[in-house]
């Protein structure tokens, strides 16, 4: 009897995928197109980041959760240049009270956020008052950040360290261009950097290349030995400091 437990427990195993990597992947941007609905079809464990306020938010967020996919809210903030980031944006002149009031609102706009990254940002993120105010908020309601590094100079995830926020940060911006050989090498970059540090994270967003794309290239990922998982499995509680992981294509 002992021979026969011990022989399946070894079938098992043997069927069983060894995974020596994971990567996560957040597609971005989603809640302004009709078309971003399609977006949840992706196969497997996709996490989207749902801009708030937007025409097909709520409904993309019912359907992805329908799929068992993750959602993120990707709340607008200031940017160094003049951008607009959309409605709902937290700004630097803002005090800490209406930084958290319109982070609240926006995420009571979207059903079953668990996590929430920067649309934009790459002024807010570098200042620590309202970032404070931020992770105050997520610490509040047990939410993760993840820093998209709009900015090298991002405090985010130290600030999430010091009030005991889950954080990670982006690692590979997927699609700044839409042609094929660039799209297949940023994701090479990233399946590399997962394979050398056990981990990684890619940003893309809903086109319709990166969407062709990746129901290529998402299947073919068990033989490579990696997992793709939701984006929150890749958080953890940073040190005051943050993190020093290395970070790639900057947008």
């Keep these: 009897?002992?021979?026969?437990?011990?022989?399946?427990?070894?079938?098992v195993c043997l069927m069983t995928p060894a995974?020596?990597?994971?990567?996560?992947?957040?597609?971005?941007?989603?809640?302004?197109n009709k078309n971003d609905l399609?977006?949840?079809?992706?196969?497997?464990?996709?996490?989207?980041?749902?801009?708030?306020?937007?025409?097909?938010?709520?409904?993309f967020a019912l359907r992805a959760h329908h799929q068992k996919k993750q959602i993120l809210l990707h709340m607008?903030?200031?940017?160094?240049?003049?951008?607009r980031p959309g409605p709902g944006v937290v700004t630097a002149d803002m005090n800490n009270a209406q930084?958290?009031?319109?982070?609240?609102?926006?995420?009571?706009?979207?059903?079953?956020?668990?996590?929430?990254n920067n649309h934009m940002g790459s002024k807010l993120t570098q200042l620590h008052v309202p970032m404070q105010a931020v992770m105050e908020t997520l610490a509040a309601r047990e939410l993760f950040f993840l820093d998209s590094r709009t900015s090298e100079f991002s405090v985010a995830e130290q600030m999430a360290g010091e009030l005991g926020v889950r954080t990670s940060h982006r690692h590979v911006f997927l699609d700044?261009?839409?042609?094929?050989?660039?799209?297949?090498?940023?994701?090479?970059?990233?399946?590399?950097?997962?394979?050398?540090?056990?981990?990684?994270?890619g940003i893309g967003h809903p086109y319709p290349e990166t969407l062709s794309?990746?129901?290529?290239?998402?299947?073919?990922?068990?033989?490579?030995?990696?997992e793709l998982v939701f984006v929150s499995e890749l958080t953890t509680v940073a040190n005051r400091n943050g993190y020093l992981?290395?970070?790639t294509s900057a947008k």
Excluded: H
Aim: avoid cysteine; glycine fraction near 6%; charged fraction near 15%.
């Design 19 to 32: 995974y020596a990597s994971k990567i996560a992947i957040v597609i971005d941007d989603i809640g302004n």
């Design 76 to 83: 607008p903030m200031e940017a160094v240049e003049n951008n």
């Design 99 to 116: 930084i958290k009031l319109q982070l609240v609102d926006a995420l009571d706009s979207i059903p079953y956020v668990t996590g929430v």
């Design 1 to 11: 009897m002992l021979r026969l437990v011990l022989s399946l427990g070894l079938l």
């Design 213 to 226: 794309f990746l129901q290529k290239q998402l299947p073919q990922l068990q033989e490579q030995g990696i």
């Design 38 to 59: 399609k977006a949840a079809l992706l196969p497997g464990n996709i996490s989207f980041a749902v801009l708030p306020y937007t025409p097909y938010a709520r409904a």
């Design 245 to 247: 992981l290395p970070v």
């Design 176 to 201: 700044n261009q839409v042609d094929e050989p660039y799209l297949q090498q940023q994701f090479d970059q990233l399946l590399s950097i997962a394979k050398r540090q056990g981990q990684a994270i």
